[in-house]
């Protein structure tokens, strides 16, 4: 199922999605909505799931608040309790969208609706910002070794998704955020 705005509300609400939480989300949806209608206008042949990635991106990040089980960490446990709400067809978009998976070949984003979301999730905080902007708050939060190390593999291939959408767009990246509105 794809859940309507409605049961994504009832869903935020269910597990205690916090408020800045749900400002991010709704960011990430306006900018992944922006660049697919840019992408389907400027390329003929390529069509996107405009609803599914919609509700992917209001949800990818529904476990903020749930409590993880062993193991499980960003984003087992939204997976999960997707799954149980029956929301099968959003699994893959959530899976593929932490900034991690841009490097196991495994779940990195395939389609355009995995692409289109980890790349928005990239340019919005609580704002929309840039990919750059995203990577220097990271920079500057107080990340384990490990992290840093993940952070700076990813960065060039964050870098290489947003080239290939913006470039396909005709869009500077520092203009996307005024261009949303
Ligand atoms: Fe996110």
Redesign the pocket.
């Known amino acids: 199922m794809i859940p309507s705005d409605d049961q994504i509300r009832q869903l935020w609400d269910k597990y205690s999605l916090p408020e800045n939480?749900r400002i991010?989300?709704t960011h990430?949806a306006r900018v992944a909505e922006y660049l697919s209608a840019c992408v389907m206008s400027h390329v003929s042949g390529i069509r996107i799931d405009i609803v599914l990635l919609h509700a992917a991106a209001l949800l990818?990040?529904i476990d903020k608040n749930v409590l993880k089980r062993e193991g499980e960490q960003h984003p087992d446990a939204g997976v999960r309790i997707l799954k149980n709400e029956g929301c099968d067809e959003l699994l893959p978009l959530v899976i593929s969208?932490p900034l991690h998976s841009i490097l196991d070949p495994k779940i990195s984003p395939k389609t355009w609706e995995e692409k289109l979301l980890y790349l928005s999730?990239k340019m919005?905080k609580y704002e929309i910002i840039t990919v750059d902007k995203r990577f220097d708050l990271w920079r500057a939060e107080n990340l384990p070794k490990e992290g840093r190390i993940m952070l700076e593999k990813a960065y060039p291939l964050v870098k290489k998704l947003e080239a290939e959408i913006v470039g396909m767009i005709n869009v500077k990246a520092w203009d996307i955020a005024g261009l949303v509105g």
Request: proline share 0%; glycine share 0%; charged share 35%.
């Open positions: 939480k991010h989300v990430v990818h990040d969208h999730d919005v």
